[in-house]
């Protein structure tokens, strides 16, 4: 059981630039998520997904898009990437918050450090 | 929206004395209440949590405390050790019924514990 992972850990990017990010979790959860963290700022909800085939914005979605073709994986994609998207990116995942005891607590994956020259 | 204000931003205690952070929230419907804790280097871990029909929680030297009338809640860490380093985050979020629940962090507060 690995739980959520993340891919790649770390990447170097130039301005206008494109890639995406892959998270895959192992836990069966219908909710996945997209955070940012800079410094100072804490977390950040970037996108988010309820479950297979549908995704919706969270906090800070310009200049991201996000896919979810399968029920275990959660893509974020730059595709045009600008020094202001340099951050590490965190991807989560959780069941709804009405089962499980009612918590939905938010399992997270290791980060990836993206810079953007 | 819900808004979390989390201090202090940082903290530094004498290996085996307490710690303690405090969280406010704005929204008085949130009813669930995570910390989580994250190392350098690694995503954030759940370390504990509690709902809010529940005033205290504790898990060994870990307890946490809530109040909704005044809308905060505190974790405390008893007799810390080197290994709790670390930045604490604490949240607030609605959980429960049919809609998404958005999860909404404070700004972290960094621990460092002296040997």
Redesign the interface.
Known sequence: NAG?TQTPKFRVLKTGQSMTLLCAQDMNHE?M?WYRQDP????R?IH?S?GEGTT?K?EVPDGYNVSRLKKQNFLLGLESAAPSQTSVY?C?SSFP??VAG??????????TRLTVL | GENVEQHPSTLSVQEGDSAVIKCTYSDSASNYFPWYKQELGKGPQLIIDIRSNVGEKKDQRIAVTLNKTAKHFSLHITETQPEDSAVYFCAAILAGGTSYGKLTFGQGTILTVHP
């Open positions: 959520v909710y998520y100072g700022m804490g977390l909800l988010y309820v919706a969270g965190f989560a918050p009405w009612g918590r939905g607590t938010q399992y997270f994956g290791p980060g």
